[in-house]
T-cell receptor, first 112, second 113 residues
Framework: DQQVKQNSPSLSVQEGRISILNCDYT??????FLWYKKYPAEGPTFLIS?????DKNEDGRFTVFLNKSAKHLSLHIVPSQPGDSAVYFC???????????FGKGTSLLVTP | GAGVSQTPSNKVTEKGKYVELRCDPI?????LYWYRQSLGQGPEFLIY????????DSGLPNDRFFAVRPEGSVSTLKIQRTERGDSAVYLC???????????FGNGTRLTVT
């Protein structure tokens, strides 16, 4: 049973525009959410996280928004750059850190 | 500094054979995790170590899978009587504490023929 869902397998955005990646979850016990970025043949790399006590966290070009009532989070990348092209995984846990539940990922392509 | 190191990077084995996958975590990281990623899926949790002990092994699919971390650093994931369905990328991750973000290695791609 997939508790974290990324319903868009792929997304294409022009360089300089905003990329918005979406994620939904079903388990109301989740209180810690993360985004990981993955290049081919490499392991996932931590990007940004948010705990359930916040509704927004920003780090440079990356912002994560959390809507607890809708059990939805999104990652905004602005401005998008070609180097951002990768697979993005949303993950969630009921405690910080371990036993992360991952979505299936969204493949982002940023075109020049 | 050095990241999480996993060896081998690729492993091809025949159905029924035994395999060992090794993980060297980042120095000083007390927490170590194993995940498995099948084609088209996100990483799936297998087991979590805090120090030498397995704090949570609820993700191990069956008793053919076993993992150890005898000295609280390097960990080995052991798979007995491999099956074709075990083919996947096995990812290891470590973190400074259980409350810190995970740092993943590049994985071991296991192919069972």
């Amino acid at each position: 049973d997939q508790q974290v869902k990324q319903n868009s397998p792929s997304l294409s955005v022009q360089e300089g525009r905003i990329s918005i990646l979406n994620c939904d979850y079903t388990n109301s016990m989740f209180d810690y959410f993360l985004w990981y970025k993955k290049y081919p043949a490499e392991g996932p790399t931590f990007l940004i996280s948010i705990s359930s006590i916040k509704d927004k966290n920003e780090d440079g070009r990356f912002t994560v928004f959390l809507n607890k009532s809708a059990k939805h989070l999104s990652l905004h990348i602005v401005p998008s750059q070609p180097g951002d092209s990768a697979v993005y995984f949303c993950a969630a846990s009921a405690q910080t850190g371990y036993a992360l539940n991952f979505g299936k990922g969204t493949s982002l392509l940023v075109t020049p | 500094g050095a990241g999480v190191s996993q060896t081998p990077s690729n492993k091809v084995t025949e159905k029924g054979k035994y395999v060992e996958l090794r993980c060297d975590p980042i120095s000083g990281h007390t927490a170590l995790y194993w995940y498995r990623q099948s084609l088209g899926q996100g990483p799936e949790f297998l087991i979590y170590f805090q120090g030498t002990g397995a704090a949570d092994d609820s993700g191990l699919p069956n008793d053919r899978f076993f993992a150890v971390r005898p000295e609280g650093s390097v960990s080995t994931l052991k798979i007995q009587r491999t099956e074709r369905g075990d083919s996947a990328v096995y990812l290891c991750a470590s973190s400074l504490t259980s409350n810190s973000p995970l740092h993943f290695g590049n994985g071991t791609r296991l192919t069972v023929t």
